[in-house]
């Protein structure tokens, strides 16, 4: 729990099934919690997509976006207005925010 962000992190995990193993991918540009993640497949390529959030220094209207095939962040276009728990979802290849 984190009232003012102070729980807010980079790090980034992912779990393989296959192997029962954890691995550490390179961290998020921005340390954050309370943010919306969602993978979508972008001609033929997958990108896991990060939004918005809060950290110790407010809340973000930062978005990332993760390429799995070369295990990099960049930064993807800002929305409008910061948020947190925030909820998403997508709809052929459009993300929507609330």
Not at 25 to 42: G, H, Q, S, T, W
């Amino acid at each position: 729990q984190c009232a003012h962000g102070e729980s807010a992190t980079n790090i980034c995990l992912r779990y393989d099934p296959r192997l029962n193993k954890w691995n550490y991918l390179n961290p998020m540009m921005d340390k954050r919690a309370y943010f919306y993640a969602c993978l979508i497949e972008v001609n033929g390529y997958e990108f896991i997509y990060v939004f918005g959030g809060k950290n110790r220094n407010g809340s973000l209207n930062s978005v990332e976006k993760y390429d799995i095939r070369y295990n990099k962040w960049s930064k993807g276009a800002s929305m409008p207005t910061p948020c947190y728990a925030h909820c998403g979802s997508f709809l052929d290849n459009i993300i929507y925010i609330s």
